[in-house]
């Protein structure tokens, strides 16, 4: 079964910055490009980053880039991204998942991130 656990959300200054982490089980996590998306209140959930299985590839929304940072230790079965120069329009929940599993429904449980300006 799949488990997807988030943190290291929160409340920060605009400017700020903050690391978010995703442990992932019950695939094997290397085998598997990672994802994170974001979810703000009222609007559709959004993809802002990626990262291929071996770590060598990422990709990145328009609105993102540049700021953020998305990398994985897969001795670890965790997938990071790390948000610099946050802006207030960053404020939403933030989820990651198997790519494969993005139309499963399944997003496991996100984490806050609140940016006050």
């Known amino acids: 079964q799949v488990q997807l656990v988030a943190s290291g959300g929160g409340l920060v200054q605009a400017g700020g910055s903050l690391r978010l982490s995703c442990a992932a089980s019950?695939?094997?996590?290397?085998?598997?490009?990672m994802v994170w998306y974001r979810q703000a209140p009222g609007k559709e959930r959004e993809f802002v980053a990626s990262?291929?299985?071996?770590?060598?590839?990422?990709n990145y929304a328009d609105s993102v880039k540049g700021r953020f940072t998305i990398s994985r230790d897969n001795a670890k079965n965790t997938v990071y991204l790390r948000m610099n120069s946050l802006k207030p329009e960053d404020t939403a929940i933030y989820y990651c998942?198997?790519?494969?599993?993005?139309?499963?429904?399944?997003w496991g449980q996100g984490t806050q991130v609140t940016v006050s300006s």
């Open positions: 998942n198997f790519r494969v599993f993005i139309s499963s429904g399944y």
């Open positions: 019950g695939r094997a996590f290397s085998n598997y490009d």
């Open positions: 990262i291929t299985w071996g770590g060598s590839s990422t």
